[in-house]
């Protein structure tokens, strides 16, 4: 359990660094796969089947700058569903208690 709290915190910092990070940053497939809450190998395939992300190869790595990020149709399908699951979440932290009170008042 605490390697995934750790990792949570991990990619949270992540995702703020890229927020604040300037249009023209560079980040790493595992930093974009992280971000975005994808595999990497989804990122790889994309980039070898020419429809991914535009890239900059250093030698033998892979840096995708922020602002094409951004741009991509992958980024905007990844976003959508961090928003879409960030609602659930708030809704089942607020359900239970609901329904607690609900079973209170039949019992009394």
């Known amino acids: 359990m ?3 709290v ?3 915190s991990r990619i949270k910092k992540l995702k703020r660094e890229f927020a604040k990070a ?3 940053a560079l980040f790493s497939t595992r930093q974009l796969s992280d971000i975005m809450n994808i595999a990497e190998s989804t990122i790889e395939r994309n980039r070898w ?3 991914g992300i535009p890239f900059i190869r250093q ?3 892979v840096f995708y700058q922020k602002s094409e990020v ?3 149709e992958l980024y905007k399908k990844a976003r959508k569903r961090d928003l879409r699951w960030e609602k659930l979440l ?3 932290k607020y359900e239970p208690l609901k329904d ?3 079973r209170k008042s039949l019992e009394s």
């Open 90 to 92: 708030k809704r089942a």
């Open 100 to 102: 607690m009170n609900w």
């Open 49 to 51: 089947s020419g429809k």
């Open 70 to 72: 951004v741009k991509s």
């Open 59 to 61: 030698k033998h790595l």
């Open 2 to 4: 605490i390697l995934i």
């Open 22 to 24: 300037k249009p023209d």
């Open 6 to 8: 750790n990792q949570n």
